[in-house]
C-alpha cells in the first residue's frame, strides 16, 4: 500500500473514532481485511431521518447506516458514487438518496476529504439540513420536501456533543469556603 495513503486512512480511523466518542448520535466502524489501516468504514448515525412505508406514509425513522470506502487511488480522485453507499434504512425517503447512492453535492467530495468532514455532511443530509430538489435521486421525496419544508431538519441534534462550561463561585462565609 502507498505510506501516504496508509498515513491518510491511519488518520481517518483515529479521527473518526475521536468524533465518534464526542457525538450522542455516531458509532463509527472501520472495517479491516488484517493487512494494514482499514479501507471500509461503518457509520450508524442515531438520529432522525425520513422513509416512506409501504402505504406512502412518510414517518420518521431512528437510525441511518452509511458506507464509507476510500478506494487506493482516493487521494488523486473522488467519485461520491463509489466512495458512500446507503445500506440502512432501506425506505429511506430523502431527495438525495436514491438507495444504495447517496449524493452530497456536486462539488463536496473531492480528493482526498476528510472521514470527519464527510460524516457531517451525511449528518446534515441524514437530518434534512441539507438537501436539493434540482439534483434529486428521488422524484416523489423531492416534491414531498419541497411541500414539507416546515418540518424540517428532522432532528435538530448536533452531530457533535457541545460542551458546557460552568464557572462556580461560592457564596458562603464571605466567599471563604
Known sequence: MDPILQRFLENQADEGAALARESDLLQIRPLSRGQGPAQHFVARFGCFCYGKLGDGQVVKQHRADVGVYFPDDYLRTASTYQVLTWLAPGNVFHPNIGVPYICVGERFLRPGTPLVEILYQLHAVITYRKWASHAGLNADACQWAVNNQHLFPAD?????????????????????P
Open 156 to 176: 435538530a441534534r448536533p452531530l457533535k456533543r457541545r460542551k458546557l462550561s460552568i464557572e462556580v463561585e461560592l457564596a458562603c462565609n464571605g466567599g471563604r
